[in-house]
Structure formats: structure tokens, C-alpha cells
């Protein structure tokens, strides 16, 4: 008998005794005898090869004993499925070892959708219902120590590769629990594979390389999804190793290539809504304790007036991100979270704040094929009547859409040599002429 899809209903009966009516409830049947006949807590303190295979022989003797006729092919795949469920993420675990995959977006557990190389996709993975999804929701937040239920519906945690994740679940989702996974591999892309990607070049990299190592302090702007901290990752390796890292996220997912880090991570309230600690308070902590150089994942609220004070009071080389549209609306944002500070600052001792702070502004952008380019290199000037001054250094000229929906354009630079360049060649970083006339068609 030919074994039927998950959408194929049929009513065979399972391995103890009762009657089933799909595939998701045989392997439903095999994991709870399997829960019967396995101490998995004892297994845990096995090797992971060792507990695997002792799991895998017990489902093998359940699958034989059922009265189910399968087939050879079938047997690995229901058992292979049921190891996912004990060791794993159950249906998602073959979407996480797929490292094409960028974003993982269930849509309650009757839908999930992919994102390969920048374009959404509709997978046939399905949960066997509500209560399925929910038990692989509880093994995400819960191995980070935090929690999602009625009382507190929206949770952020993470995975052990660092791949960001988002939960939201009934009253707030209407339709069922829903779930979001941003991808991070366990292998940082490097800044070889960016250049080859075209989403910056050479030169513009030489610039941001120099002024990484010169300690000029750089925000990396752009939308959700556009690649914000893949960049701060790469450029984070020309760090020199002998400087001590602090880093500060809301939920840690940076991924720090040098022996000397630590990591900070925001703590959401406990039950009764006390014993949240926020990233202002880790950004105004990390002053505290020494660092070289100070990594802010995202400012989001007021922590980015305690992040501009540390830039300008000795702690150089910051690097940190934002969501912006521009590198304007970058400086726009800066403004208003600074204001969330509430500490009634005047408009021009904010931007005075700003101008002093930060040298150099990177956007980044996700253009519509599903490529990720760096769109403007832009450097600080300082105040002019009264409003930070920007000028580029180098953008990417967007030309037209050609065969299959691909974006044409150019990387330029703007002919400006940036006024920063003195303290580059301070620090005995030397760039020459031709980078600032540098042309890329792409």
C-alpha cells in the first residue's frame, strides 16, 4: 500500500492499536509510544550521535509492530520526521538545514512560507494543527529562558545558530500562533562573498575597511530584511583582536569573529511585568566596564542619546544599526529617538550631538529582484544653519530592470574626497585618488 501524503486522509490502524486517519497522526501515535518507552532526559546526557541512534532503533521496532504495511522509503521518512520532533524543530527542521533559506514565515500551521535569495516561496510543510505548532513554539522561547502565553502573546528569542525569531499567538493572531524566523548561518557571510554578490565593491569597501581600523564611528541604515547586520557583521572582522568587544542587542544574533567579547542581551518582564532590562540600560552598563568599542545591534528608542554620549566621550569606532529609508531619514530617526530619552534637550544640542558622533552613515537596501546592495556611503560634515550635513561619498545609480526582473545600475562614486581622510592617514591608512573616481556597472 502506497503511504499517502500529509494531505491524503486514511484510516489504517497505528502502532498501538487505534484507529488513524493521516500520516500526522501515525507520527503523532509513534512519538507518544516512543515518549512511552524512552527516559529522552536520560538521553540527554548521552552523546548527541549516541541518542540518536538509540531513539532511531526504538521508532524502527514501533514502525514494525504496527499494522501499518510500509515501505522501506517510508520507514526513514516517518522516522526521520519523528527524530526532528524529539531532537529537533519537527516540520521546520529540513527548512533550517536548507542554508538557501533566508526566512522562515509560518502563517499559522496550516501555512509556511520561505525566502530563497530574496523572493517568498510557499512550501508544503504543514503543522498537524494549532497545539502542534504551539509545543514547537514553547522548545524555541523556552530554551533562551523566555516564555509566550495569554498574558504575554508576543515574544522575540533566538536559535542556536543566532537566527532571530518572532512569536505572536492568540488573542493577538487571530488566526492561530504565528511565527517568524530570520536566518543568520552558522557561517557569517564574509566580504569576499559580498563583493562577489555585487552588493558593494572593492574600493567602497577599502574605504569602510579604513575606516573601521581608523575608529570613526558608523551607522549601517536601511529596511527590514536589506542586510543591515550581515554588513555590520563583516565589517565587524576588521576589529583588531586586541580590543575588547562589548556588544548590546535586544536579542543576541551579531556574530563576532574576535577572542575578546561580550555579549549583552536585553531581558523582557517576568510575569507579573517587573524585571525588564532594555537596551539603554546595557548601552549606559557596557560604559562601565571597559570596552574598545562598543557594538549597539539596533537603536530603536532611547538608548541612542547614551549611544551618541559614548561616541562622543572617547569610546570610538562604535558601530551600530537603524531602520531608515535614506541617510537622511537616518538622522531623522536619531533625532526622535533621542527625544524619547526624555530629557528635554533642545533641537540643536541633538544634532550638535549627532554631528560630533558620527562620521560616516552606510544604507542599505533590498531592491526588488531580492539583491541587497549597499545604495549610499555617506559621510558627516558636520552642522550647516543649524542641520547635520551630508555629503556622498559613493551611491549606486538605480538604470532600469532587465531580462528576468533583474535591477540594472551602477556603483559610483561621487568625485568628493571625504574630509575624514585626515584622520584615515593619522592612523596610516592611505587611500589613493582613483578609489573616489572609482565606476561598477552591475
Same mark, same amino acid.
Given at each position: ?145 523566555? &516564555?509566550?502565553? #495569554?498574558?504575554?502573546?508576543? @515574544?522575540?528569542?533566538?536559535?542556536? +545558530?543566532?537566527?532571530? !525569531?518572532?512569536? =505572536? ?34 574600493p567602497m569597501m577599502e574605504l569602510l575597511k579604513g575606516a573601521v ?64 532590562? &532594555?537596551?539603554? #540600560?546595557?548601552?549606559?552598563? @557596557?560604559?562601565?566596564?571597559?570596552? +574598545?568599542?562598543?557594538? !549597539?545591534?539596533? =537603536? ?143
Amino acid at each position: 500500500m502506497a503511504f499517502p501524503s500529509p494531505s491524503m486522509p486514511q484510516t489504517p490502524s497505528g502502532a498501538n492499536g487505534g484507529p488513524l486517519k493521516s500520516y500526522q497522526d501515525l507520527k503523532t501515535s509513534l512519538h507518544r509510544d516512543l515518549l512511552n518507552r524512552v527516559d529522552l532526559e536520560k538521553l540527554t546526557s548521552l552523546q548527541d550521535v549516541r541518542a540518536r541512534t538509540q531513539v532511531q532503533n526504538v521508532i524502527y521496532e514501533l514502525i514494525s509492530s504496527a499494522t501499518v504495511p510500509l515501505s522501506g522509503s517510508e520507514k526513514e521518512r516517518i522516522c526521520r520526521e519523528v527524530l526532528h520532533e524529539v531532537f529537533g524543530l519537527g516540520p521546520l527542521e529540513p527548512l533550517l538545514q536548507d542554508m538557501t533559506i533566508s526566512d522562515i514565515l509560518v502563517n499559522t500551521h496550516r501555512q509556511v512560507y520561505i525566502e530563497r535569495a530574496g523572493v517568498l516561496e510557499l512550501t508544503d510543510v504543514a503543522f498537524k494543527d494549532a497545539a502542534h505548532l504551539r509545543h514547537i513554539i514553547d522548545k524555541i522561547v523556552s530554551n533562551v529562558g523566555r &516564555r509566550v502565553d #495569554e498574558s504575554s502573546p508576543m @515574544c522575540d528569542a533566538r536559535l542556536d +545558530d543566532g537566527s532571530r !525569531v518572532n512569536v =505572536v499567538i492568540p488573542p493577538l493572531a487571530v488566526d492561530g500562533p504565528i511565527l517568524s524566523i530570520r536566518r543568520f548561518g552558522r557561517t557569517p557571510i564574509s566580504i569576499d562573498q559580498m563583493i562577489a554578490k555585487r552588493s558593494i565593491t572593492g574600493p567602497m569597501m577599502e574605504l569602510l575597511k579604513g575606516a573601521v581600523k581608523a575608529r570613526l564611528n558608523i551607522i549601517i541604515s536601511g529596511g527590514t530584511g536589506a542586510g543591515k547586520t550581515t554588513l555590520l557583521n563583516a565589517l565587524s572582522t576588521y576589529i583588531p583582536e586586541n580590543e575588547r568587544i562589548v556588544t548590546v542587542e535586544d536579542s543576541a544574533e551579531l556574530q563576532m569573529q574576535q577572542p575578546h567579547v561580550v555579549r549583552l542581551e536585553c531581558r523582557p518582564p517576568n510575569v507579573e511585568g517587573k524585571g525588564a532590562v &532594555r537596551q539603554r #540600560e546595557l548601552v549606559i552598563n @557596557c560604559l562601565r566596564m571597559r570596552p +574598545d568599542r562598543i557594538i !549597539v545591534g539596533e =537603536v530603536r528608542g532611547g538608548e541612542a542619546l547614551d549611544m551618541l554620549q559614548a561616541m562622543n566621550t572617547g569610546h570610538d569606532g562604535s558601530l551600530t544599526t537603524i531602520h531608515a529609508n535614506n541617510p537622511r531619514d537616518a538622522i531623522a530617526r536619531l533625532e526622535t529617538m533621542t527625544l524619547m530619552a526624555e530629557l528635554n534637550l533642545p533641537d540643536k544640542a541633538i544634532r550638535q550631538q549627532i554631528a560630533s558622533a558620527v562620521s560616516i552613515l552606510v544604507q542599505v537596501a533590498r531592491l526588488s529582484d531580492g539583491s541587497r546592495r549597499v545604495t549610499h556611503i555617506t559621510e558627516v560634515t558636520g552642522l550647516s544653519e543649524e542641520m547635520v550635513a551630508l555629503q556622498d561619498i559613493f551611491v549606486f545609480d538605480r538604470l532600469g530592470v532587465g531580462p528576468g526582473n533583474k535591477v540594472l545600475g551602477r556603483f559610483r562614486a561621487t568625485g568628493l574626497r571625504p574630509s575624514f581622510c585626515t584622520r584615515l592617514q593619522a592612523s596610516g591608512i592611505n587611500l589613493p585618488a582613483s578609489l573616489f573616481e572609482h565606476v561598477c556597472e552591475v
